[in-house]
């Protein structure tokens, strides 16, 4: 495996991911950010934040899995949120649980989270980056 994931000594272990990812692979693939759209380009989970975290993640799947990588690549994601608040931290979970149980995963490299003022159309709530690295 190309990634491994550490949680270095002297920062606060979290369970949602690892602080650090060490890349050794030569495959360098980069997901462009993935929004809440389905195949014919129609917003998935309107007004909904989980649903449409959970369909970035399904997107970003698809889109890992074009270039050969699955989410066992993963060396970095970044989650753009709209109008984030930390209130919306379960909301947020409950999506990305959603989408690693239907995928049947469970990663955690490092993430980003990011709170935005608005993303390209007004619809969509959240946006979804993701960096992979393959033997």
């Known amino acids: 495996m190309a990634i491994t994931l550490v949680n270095p000594e002297g920062l606060p272990e979290v369970d949602a991911y690892h602080h650090v990812s060490v890349a050794t692979g030569s495959k360098t693939v980069f997901v462009a950010g993935q929004v809440a759209w389905d195949a014919?380009?129609?917003t998935v989970g309107e007004g909904d934040l989980a649903a449409q975290v959970e369909r970035?993640?399904?997107?970003?799947?698809a889109a890992l899995a074009a270039a050969g990588a699955?989410?066992?690549d993963l060396a970095k994601l970044t989650i753009y949120v709209v109008d984030w608040a930390p209130e919306k931290m379960p909301v947020l979970m409950e999506g990305i649980s959603r989408a690693y149980a239907e995928l049947g995963v469970a990663p955690s490299p490092p993430a980003t989270l990011i709170?935005?003022?608005a993303l390209d159309v007004?619809?969509?709530l959240v946006e979804v980056e993701a960096t992979a690295v393959l033997d």
């Open 40 to 42: 014919d380009g129609n």
């Open 56 to 61: 970035c993640l399904l997107n970003v799947a």
């Open 70 to 72: 699955t989410f066992g």
């Open 115 to 117: 709170g935005v003022a």
């Open 122 to 124: 007004p619809d969509h």
